[in-house]
């Protein structure tokens, strides 16, 4: 059973505007969220965290949202380049997991130009 | 900045082979990941270990086995291979069992194919 789900496999965006990557998990111990960049043969690469004690994260232009009723959050690209272009993962681990994550299964974005 | 090294890129074996993969955290990380990521699949916790010992177990099969070195690198060694294991194996370091005092970094990974 799938704890963290990135129900859109894919994403398309025009340049400039804003991407919305959206992850629903369904652990409730879940405490800490991330979201990873994937480039083709390399691995992921750290972009963005969150905390479940807070609501949004920002970083440039990169801001995460987190809505703990829900169980959702949701990465906002704003604006979106070409070299976003990459596999997004989702990942979110509990504070008893000692580290290890829980990822998604990813969404692949496209930004055109 | 110098990142998880991660040896070697790729890899071939037969079934039933052995294959060990090695990984070299950034400098000063005590914990070390190991994930596998099957083909269009997420990547899947298998090990990791914080200061020398292990610290906590995910979906490693019986046949795998891990340890983390007194320099801190760490091995994978996988025996009796099988089809099913041909994958992407990611390893990850961080300082004090991250993510949340901090997040895991990743290499670039080991293909394995079995054939």
Redesign the interface.
Known sequence: DQQVKQNSPSLSVQEGRISILNCDYTNSMFDYFLWYKKYPAEGPTFLISISSIKDKNEDGRFTVFLNKSAKHLSLHIVPSQPGDSAVYFCAASDGGSQGNLIFGKGTKLSVKP | AAG?I?SPRHLIKEKRETATLKCYPIPRHD?V?WYQQGP??????LI?F?EKMQ??K?SIPDRFSAQQFSDYHSELNMSSLELGDSALY?C?S?FL????SS???????TRLTVT
């Open positions: 998880v991660q914990t990941y269009g699949q997420d990547p899947q916790f990791s914080y610290s906590d995910g990611f990850a961080s069992q991250g993510p949340s997040p895991l970094h990743f290499g670039n990974g």
